[in-house]
């Protein structure tokens, strides 16, 4: 009988198990512990083989760990399975994941001998970091030695492109569509489809994202998602409801994404009962913790104009984070309650959540739209005592409130600290001198900026440089930006652009060329453009345009009341008293209501809002007593050589 083994003997398992627990580890994504079970198989002496480094590798790849991979690279080295092929491209994976693309050529070029999966690991390699020449390079060579690429090939390719943010379709892109249609993949692999999809809809093709769509034989729920979530960017939000609808129609369910994609097509659209609908389907279905979904919920609400719903949904976050908090003050901001906005600001700083640029960016924005300055400055105290002086956001939103608070000069000295500018930087500091009439400064700084920056102009740089002549008079210019826009960098003009012109040469009395630019223009651009042109031909008494004017804004716009009293008011300059008193009539006859005018005054950090007609506030005869007061001082100073009339009817 052979000898009982000693209790001292330690069990020494065979390479098999420790392959058993390195592969279950890493399929159930257990990486880390993956390594931990390697050390310890290499403290006990066995050696890894063909089967174990490359799960070894993977599990280092998903980590990012370059520590463990490079010491398993020496490993495979001192074993010798240089020339095995499953261990060389989990090699080349492993370092292009961690983003060391040289080291993973270096390897694939020592390869004595590749597959189809190499091919793909170095494709991917170079996708992953954007290097899309080098991509198609690879594609190329693996093709000419007699590889055929095989779905994942594309997939790589496609996935890298969808990551660009310019990208010549025309050629390159279609041109890898082509080859997906020859080799008949592209309509049977739903994975490679659906990346054909992203790509074009990261560059808003949506006709040629709608084909691959439609000619999908099987779709999946990722497919669904897609298609709808590129309508959603290009703006076209009831498509996205649409295949919304086809969806449900069809049973496929409805996951986090989808609502996400709902919900944004809602903020879109703007309208309060689709929103409920969409939120009731939020609730039944369970997704309402989400955060994403419930900062979106409370923007979704706010752009409806239901402050309301969109507080209490605020209100009901447990657990409030900083998202939450800049979707609500945004809520407010954006939908004209500034000083609701910059109340709940206040209540912000005093949580132990810290605001970050965007939080403070849209205060900023609210201080802008009240005009107070002081307030402005307060924020700009904060900015600096909390290191955000440096965000670009923050420092561009600076420029706007002091502009928009008339202190241009202080706007001028936050543009000239800033360095790195870019081009919202630009056009933030040339629409201040916009708005406030320096229509010399706005194009020198223009030109400064185009000529010796070297930056390129967009459509929304434009609008500001258009606008600064409109309010300067500079007709020579505007027409010359006007042109160059078009010609030199392909830029279509939008209804902003057309209004700028016609109202630039509508000041200057050049009427009857103001009337071409608005008959030339797309029907849709002229409702905004027949305005300027009416109170143009009031202060120039050309009433004769004016009619025609009025004629076709009443058609474009038939319920604004601002149209009926542009015109009342050019008969009435014109002693035309008939023609104002019918115009007149038309306005009560159509029920029309004009706006009460308001006016709104900071004391002591307070906010004090008259409204005309409105006689409720409690110190209003203290208010009359104190201006009777200013007239007397007025007229007994010779300050003024009318007496100011002061309206009982505020």
């Given amino acids: 009988m052979p000898p009982k083994p000693s209790s001292l003997t330690t ?10 627990m390195i592969r279950d580890s890493t399929n159930n994504g257990l990486f880390a512990k993956t390594l931990t079970i390697y050390t310890s198989m290499s403290h006990s002496g066995v050696h890894g083989n063909s089967f174990t480094y490359p799960l070894l590798l993977k599990a280092c790849a998903n980590l990012t760990s370059i520590t463990h991979g490079t010491m398993l690279h020496g490993h495979v080295l001192k074993l010798g399975f240089q020339g095995d092929i499953f261990v060389q491209t989990a090699l080349v994976d492993m370092y292009s994941k961690c983003s060391l693309v040289a080291y993973a050529q270096r390897v ?4 004595p001998q590749r597959s189809v999966v190499s091919w793909n690991a170095m494709i991917s390699a170079y996708s992953r970091g954007g290097w899309m020449n080098q991509a198609l390079c690879l594609l190329k060579e693996m093709w000419g030695v007699g590889f055929v690429p095989s779905s994942s090939t594309f997939v790589s390719i496609l996935s890298g492109y969808s990551n660009l943010d310019s990208f010549n379709l025309s050629c390159e892109g279609m041109s890898i569509h082509c080859c997906l249609i020859k080799l008949g993949l592209v309509y049977f692999e739903v994975y490679l489809a659906n990346s054909l999809m992203s790509m074009y809809v990261q560059f808003s093709q949506m006709d040629e994202a709608g084909k691959v769509f439609n000619s999908m034989d099987e ?3 990722i497919s669904w998602t897609i298609i709808m979530g590129g309508y959603v960017k ?13 969806m449900q129609h069809q ?22 009962l689709l929103s409920s609908s969409v939120h009731s389907l939020v609730l039944k279905c369970g997704c309402e913790k989400e955060d994403s979904i419930e900062n979106l919920l409370i923007t979704m609400y706010a752009k409806c104009g239901s402050l309301t719903s969109a507080r209490m949904i605020f209100d009901l976050i447990i657990e409030k984070n900083i998202l939450s908090w800049t979707s609500m003050i945004a809520g407010y901001s954006h939908s004209g309650h500034s000083v609701e906005a910059l109340d709940l600001f206040r209540r912000l700083v005093k949580t132990d959540i810290r605001p970050n640029g965007a939080t403070v960016a849209t ?3 609210a201080c802008a739209d009240l005009g107070s300055l002081g307030m402005g400055q307060e924020i700009e105290e904060y900015i600096f005592l909390n290191g955000l002086e440096l965000d670009r956001q923050v420092q561009t939103s600076l420029i706007h409130m002091y502009s928009k608070c008339g202190s241009i000069k202080k706007a001028r000295e936050v543009f000239e600290k800033m360095t790195g500018k870019d081009l919202t930087v630009w056009t933030s500091m040339i629409n201040s001198y916009a708005i406030h009439g320096m229509g010399k400064e706005a194009n020198s700084l223009f030109q400064k900026m185009s000529t010796e920056e070297e930056i390129m102009p967009d459509a929304v740089v434009f609008t500001s440089i258009l606008l600064a002549c409109s309010h300067s008079g500079l007709v020579k210019e505007g027409l010359k930006y006007f042109k160059s826009m078009q010609k030199d960098f392909g830029i279509a ?3 902003e652009h057309y209004t700028c012109l016609v109202d630039l040469l509508s000041r200057v009395g050049q009427l009857d060329l103001a009337l071409d630019i608005i008959q030339g223009m797309p029907l849709e651009a002229q409702a905004q453009s027949w305005a300027p042109l009416l109170s143009a031909c009031r202060i120039h008494g050309n009433v004769e345009l004016g009619e025609l004017a009025a004629v076709k804004l009443l058609e474009l716009s038939p319920g604004k009341y601002g149209s009926y009293v542009l015109m009342a008011n050019l008969y009435t300059s014109l002693g035309k008293w008939k023609e104002a008193h019918m115009m007149r009539k038309l306005i009560d006859g159509k029920g029309l209501i004009k706006e009460c005018g308001w006016s709104q005054v900071e004391v002591s950090g307070r906010f004090h809002t008259f409204v005309a007609g409105n006689q409720s506030r409690i110190q209003l005869e203290n208010i009359y007593k104190t201006l009777e007061d200013l007239t007397f001082t007025l007229q007994e100073g010779s300050y003024t050589t009318e007496a100011v009339t002061v309206n009982s009817d505020m």
Avoid at 108 to 111: G, K, L, N, Y
């Fill in 11 to 20: 069990f020494k398992r065979p390479l098999y198990l420790w392959n058993l």
């Fill in 363 to 365: 205060v900023l924005s």
């Fill in 108 to 111: 694939f070029d020592e390869m």
């Fill in 234 to 246: 290009v703006g076209n939000a009831m498509k996205a409801f649409s295949l919304f609808n086809q």
């Fill in 219 to 221: 779709k999946s729920l």
């Fill in 493 to 495: 003009p939008t209804v």
């Fill in 251 to 272: 049973n496929i369910g409805i996951d986090f994404f989808v609502f996400l994609n709902l919900i944004s097509a809602c903020i879109q659209v703007g309208e309060l």
